[in-house]
């Protein structure tokens, strides 16, 4: 196909319009470095104006309140609302700044076949929700505060609270053992060696000590998990507490934990320090959260 021979498609819906310019890109795709060079500062020019022209549209309406009003309707529109965008006359929405936090992290997430879902968005909170192998990892606890989490708080401050919704629970790997969030694999320094492997039973708990802080290790089947050991309600030492099915009780008030995730059962808005973890063979080390 050449420029004589595009023929638009029927464009009534945003799709058709995007059809056409990615048809057209592609196309000039194939040109030579100084034909592209002439169809770049084309369109440069073209949008240079539309932006001026809607600039100094908006400046206008803005002084009729009836008609800033229409034109606040006229943008639900699809396509009304892109090329606004496009010109940056709208600020992108909140869900399309918590989209792009989102997007930020999702490579790494990928990197582990797993993936974040935006399920909600009802400002100043927002529901996400791990898929693939990030739903029902252990280290998903520290793959939300220390990836999820921040980004969305550092992109969009007018959300306060990022609550993570519990997925399928299928998504996890248990053909080996499993340690550590995406976001700790660039982290070389911090690991204490604080046991064997073997050292932690299967289905229990076991204390130690690492960098001053008093921790427990779980290893429940294949996964192992390392927690603060405080409960979220009060702080007060858990271990002591009945192990039972992957769940923990604190033997003070009865608050019920998840071993291999640290969800809070009793109450879902609070959970466990979580705690990086590497296992290497039969040795077990641990990475303190900051």
Known sequence: MNAVDFVPTQRETLAGFIGDIERLEALFASWDETQRGAVEAYRLAIESLQAEAFRRLVRGLKADSAALEAMKQAASDEIVYAVLRRHNILKPSLSERVEAALDSVRPMLASHGGDVELVAV????????????????????LTFHGGVKKAVE?????????????????????????????????????????????????????????????????????????????CAHLGMEIDAGEVENGIITCPWHGFQYDLATGECLTAPEVQLQAHMVKVTGNRVEVRLAK
């Open 122 to 141: 009802r400002p100043p909170v927002i529901e996400v929700r791990f898929t693939g192998a990030c739903d029902g990892c252990p280290a998903s606890a």
């Open 154 to 230: 550092e992109a969009c401050p007018e959300i306060t609270d990022i609550l993570q919704l519990k997925g399928a629970g299928g998504g996890g790997n248990n053909d080996s053992v499993r340690f550590v969030s995406p976001f700790a694999l660039g982290a070389v320094d911090g690991w204490h060696l604080v046991c064997r492997l073997d050292e932690i039973p299967q289905g229990d708990v076991v204390t130690r000590t690492v960098g001053g802080e008093n921790v427990i290790l779980s290893r429940q089947g294949a996964i192992v998990s390392c927690f603060q050991n405080a």
